[in-house]
């Protein structure tokens, strides 16, 4: 199988795991309690109107009365069609209320993820560099105290201490201060901080532990011999064998703390992006803007995991395509 | 099971070793059936004979109810102390050597000793310390030796000099805004955290392992099948999942535990498969099939014990996720709030954060320290069971 293959094989797969996860969640939600009946019901019952009567108009209305295979069709041509329906919750379309989402999701996510990807191999390499000096142990310690401490609490630690005692940071989350401006980093230090020390010690670890298996490698020590300056050594001849299995526990990391702590991290910083909007949708029960805010979650993690795949055959030549 | 095994080959006792017959127990099997009929008696005469308000030990006279979870608990605690203490028991050769090993990592030591002291307080200390009464007049005292404004405690518990309120030894880590001792409160959630890693980790271990297998033996459709399912799980984003599910059923620590358990193997099978699958090419499997062996048997003797130190080193990075989650979930306010779980505890003193850090704290660093010591702990045993995955990290 030639690469072109494999990578169209990979991208279909990926389609199809969206498809039967979006699938298990419509079921899920299609056989779970509907709010919306039942406030209706009690709504009628406190009127003195009639529950079932009531019942069956929003049902009829939401379109809940046809049958599960019409309701399904429906929801997946209007998932492909990219008409999500409407949020009763934010009284907009889902679609821009997504999108307005992923703007503050976007402002703290691309700094995290361009720091950790940055920082974690080079002080893991680093560390490797000087095995068992202080300074790999001072990483190390905090490789493990940032991968151990769990992030909502430091968060909520940080944002006492900076925050309400010593007032350096706003306790609040602004969103009327622009993109570019001292202010929105001001605000956006704690969370990207937060997030670095929790995604960077797994990649410090795993950088550490490879590339110190290449440190006294033949091809290295060739190299060395041959003349090559210590930092052209480091950088093409130990952290490219390195980023191979690095690769993958970056995107697989990152992909973790996006789906998990983000969300934690919006809640306690108050900042209204993707994963507070997720869990003010189930906390008021809008369905359509849950179905949809799922849905980029699942997508950029499948979208990730594609592209780790991908990488991971670039990066190494060695591997073949047919046993993935 | 032989506990004296004779040091030279040619002296071993074969049968006694593979056992005689089709029907024999290990000692472990036998001990596990003996403890647990009498937990299956109990928990049928609690569903069966007892309505389901009686408190199960009330016929004796004591007023002490068993919830479900709790019969749960008890049979991972046997299965741990069969199959993972008792054997460290029966081969002390080999454990000497992991310990010898394990030994050379100090902080993993250090946090063997913390997690022994988790352990030892969550099965005693909710038998010792019942979960903390409401008492409103206490509320937000101060941890002992400390002080805070006695304008924010309702009536201070210990001395008040100069306007503020000092804490007692009835309540060491202060109390919470109900007037709750955070001490008691966070020694009950130390139970909680056991139950949670022990049933979750046992429901993990058993889909897992099995997947894995199965997947690895069959092969074919069925492999691709299971392997594809794992995929997907592990692309699937979970905590998500977890709260559109707690939200719509309600936070019960049981459906929590089922959740954690049932949505955390992946890992787990894949490595139990590619084990699989690169032993069935030794030798000795080879000649253990030639000579008759079932592939269960070669499953429960070869397989499942060979990937023994990959499982354990996975269920090292399982448990702090789960502890993680139920704390994250337990503080978006999804937890089962009537349980002292520590994320409970964080959760309930977020708001009092500023003058009362210590609900907040308190929790919060035991959280930290076990999470950190099973990272430790996992590191050392990695090194200590897996010694060629070691060497060739060292070269």
Redesign the interface.
């Known amino acids: 199988m030639g690469f072109t293959r494999y990578v169209t094989a990979r991208v279909a797969?990926a389609g199809v795991?969206t498809f039967?996860?979006m699938t298990v969640?419509f079921v899920?939600i299609a056989f779970?309690?509907n709010p919306e009946v039942k406030r209706a019901a009690t709504q009628a019952a406190l009127q003195g109107g009639d529950p079932t009567e009531a019942v069956e108009r929003v049902r009829e209305l939401r379109g809940l009365d046809q049958p599960l295979h019409v309701r399904y069709i429906d929801y997946v041509t209007s998932i492909a069609t990219l008409q999500w329906g409407w949020s009763t919750m934010r009284s907009q379309p889902v679609t821009a209320a997504l999108v307005e989402a992923l703007f503050y999701t976007a402002q703290y996510s691309v700094p995290w993820t361009l720091l950790t990807i940055t920082i974690g191999p080079l002080v893991g390499l680093y560390s490797s560099a000087n095995k068992y000096s202080w300074r790999d142990h001072v990483a190390t310690g905090f490789a493990?105290?940032g991968?151990?401490?769990?992030n909502?609490?430091f968060a909520?630690?940080l944002l006492?201490v900076f925050g309400?005692w010593l007032e350096w940071v706003p306790v609040i989350y602004r969103t009327t201060v622009p993109v570019f401006s001292v202010e929105n980093a001001i605000q956006l230090v704690l969370p990207v901080f937060v997030l670095v020390t929790g995604s960077i010690g797994g990649l410090m670890r795993v950088s550490r532990?490879e590339s110190?298996?290449y440190m006294?490698a033949d091809f290295v020590k060739t190299a060395r011999a041959k003349g090559v300056s210590p930092l052209r050594a480091y950088a093409l001849h130990i952290l490219r064998p390195t980023m191979v299995p690095l690769s993958t526990t970056m995107v697989g990391q990152l992909l973790l703390l996006f789906?998990?702590s983000s969300?934690?991290i919006e809640?306690v910083f108050s900042i209204p992006g993707l994963g507070r909007l997720?869990?003010e949708a189930?906390?008021a029960q809008d369905t359509n803007l849950?179905l949809g805010s799922?849905l980029v979650?699942?997508l950029v993690?499948?979208i990730g995991?594609l592209l780790q795949d991908i990488t991971y055959t670039v990066l190494d030549p060695r591997i073949s395509y047919d046993d993935r | 099971m032989a506990t004296q095994r004779p040091e030279r080959f040619d002296q071993v006792n074969w049968e006694e070793v593979a056992g005689a017959g089709r029907f024999s127990l290990s000692t472990n099997a036998k001990g596990l059936l003996v403890t647990t009929i009498p937990l299956l008696a109990l928990a049928a005469y609690d569903w069966l004979v007892l309505d389901e308000r009686t408190p199960t030990f009330e016929p004796v006279g004591l007023n002490v109810d068993v919830p479900i979870l709790d019969y749960m608990f008890a049979f991972t605690l046997l299965l741990f102390a069969f199959y993972v203490v008792l054997p460290l028991y029966q081969h002390p050769r080999l454990t000497k050597y992991y310990w010898r090993e394990f030994r050379r990592n100090r902080p993993a030591v250090v946090s063997l000793v913390w997690l022994g002291v988790v352990f030892v307080l969550g099965l005693v200390g909710p038998l010792l310390i019942t979960s903390p009464e409401q008492n409103v007049l206490h509320s937000y005292q101060p941890p002992v030796y400390l002080s805070v404004n006695a304008a924010n405690a309702a009536t201070c518990a210990g001395e008040v000099v100069d306007g503020m309120c000092f804490g007692t030894w009835q309540y060491p880590l202060g109390t919470t805004r109900a007037g709750k001792g955070v001490f008691a409160m966070l020694v009950n959630g130390f139970g909680i955290t056991l139950k949670i890693g022990f049933i979750s980790t046992f429901i993990a271990v058993v889909l897992g392992a099995s997947v894995g297998t199965v997947s690895a033996y069959a092969g074919g459709w069925v492999d691709e099948i299971l392997m594809r399912y794992v995929d997907i799980q592990g692309s699937w984003p979970t905590l998500i999942m977890y709260l559109l599910i707690i939200y719509t059923f309600g936070g019960r620590l049981w459906l929590l535990i089922l959740l954690l358990g049932t949505f955390s193997w992946e890992g787990m099978a894949r490595y139990v498969r590619s084990k699989a699958l690169s032993i069935s090419e030794e030798e000795y499997i080879k000649a253990i099939n030639m000579s008759g062996a079932s592939a269960f048997r070669v499953v429960r003797r070869h397989v499942v014990p060979n990937s023994a130190s990959s499982i354990i080193t996975d269920i090292t990075l399982l448990i702090p996720g789960f502890l993680l989650a139920e704390a994250q979930l337990s503080f978006l306010g999804l937890g089962d709030t009537s349980v002292d779980s520590w994320g409970q505890i964080i959760a309930g003193g977020r708001d009092a954060l500023a003058f009362a850090p210590w609900i907040v704290l308190a929790p919060g660093l035991v959280l930290f320290l076990t999470i950190l010591a099973f990272n430790f702990v996992g590191d050392a045993l990695l090194d200590a069971l897996n010694p060629e995955a070691a060497a060739e990290a060292e070269r």
Do not use: D
């Open positions: 797969w795991v039967i996860i969640t899920f779970a309690p493990f105290f991968y151990a401490i769990p909502f609490f909520i630690i006492l309400v532990n110190s298996e006294n789906a998990g969300l934690l809640v997720l869990f189930t906390i849950v799922i979650f699942v993690a499948v995991n």
